[in-house]
């Protein structure tokens, strides 16, 4: 089911909703959109089987919600802007919250800004400690990417993000805004999030930092390793498995 509402500063967004019961919100990564990252590969079936009711939202620039190409449109922290009024849109008080990669990202920034009330538990996945700390080398990547779309060949650092943006059909000038949005994150505000969190990532995921030097940074997190990179984990039955047994133990 896809529902539109309007966020905090007019922007129209999207989100989508499978099964009934705890909110579990989920935001999904760049270049991407809660179709290909939460329904395709069933991770948001498993979780409504397991008793979740699954909400997820299209990012501004991303899937069908709207593509604005003022930068206005992307003042710092937009995307955690328009995850707490997607949350607030739907009154939940009693919920968790995750997300992938930029969606983890973003759930951090949430976290940051001291959302109230906060998640009961938080999932962060595909995303390291140089994700949060340090995003310049990741902006400065997809910078690349953006501004030089349609030029890079197999085995161009930037070809398989390309790729990707090809098959889920991205703008890349509406993209390029969300790089203005990136805000870093020290460590002495993740030293403050004490509440759970589950950090998981692939095996093979070499691209945001270290996996265990974010969870160290985090007063109660656990940290658990699924099969896959960066492009993959996110596809795999054990990412849904690792969350439903996080969210349900």
Do not use: C
Not at 161 to 170: E, M, S, Y
């Amino acid at each position: 089911m896809m529902q539109t509402f309007e966020t905090f500063d007019g922007q129209a967004l999207v989100w989508r909703e499978i099964g009934a019961g705890r909110p579990l919100v989920l935001i999904h990564g760049y270049f991407s959109d809660a179709e290909t990252n939460w329904i395709k590969y069933g991770t948001a079936a498993k979780l409504a089987e397991a008793g979740f009711r699954v909400i997820m939202p299209d990012l501004r620039a991303h899937g069908e919600s709207a593509r604005p190409h003022d930068p206005a449109a992307y003042p710092p922290d937009a995307l955690a802007q328009d995850a707490e009024a997607l949350i607030a849109h739907l009154g939940l008080t009693d919920y968790d919250l995750g997300g992938y990669s930029l969606g983890a990202r973003t759930t951090v920034r949430v976290l940051a800004r001291g959302i109230a009330p906060r998640p009961r538990r938080v999932i962060l996945s595909g995303l390291g400690d140089e994700g949060v700390t340090d995003t310049g080398r990741r902006v400065g990547h997809f910078r690349s990417v953006l501004t030089g779309f349609g030029s890079f060949v197999r085995g161009d650092r930037e070809f398989m993000a390309q790729a990707f943006l090809k098959t889920t059909g991205g703008d890349p000038k509406a993209l390029l805004g969300v790089l203005n949005t990136f805000v870093d994150t020290p460590a002495s505000a993740l030293a403050s999030f004490d509440l759970p969190v589950l950090v998981v990532a692939g095996a093979e995921d070499d691209e945001v930092g270290s996996f265990t030097g974010l969870a160290a940074m985090l007063p109660d997190a656990r940290f658990v390793e699924i099969p896959g990179n960066h492009m993959s984990a996110v596809t795999r039955p054990e990412l849904g498995d690792a969350i439903v047994t996080f969210l349900t133990t």
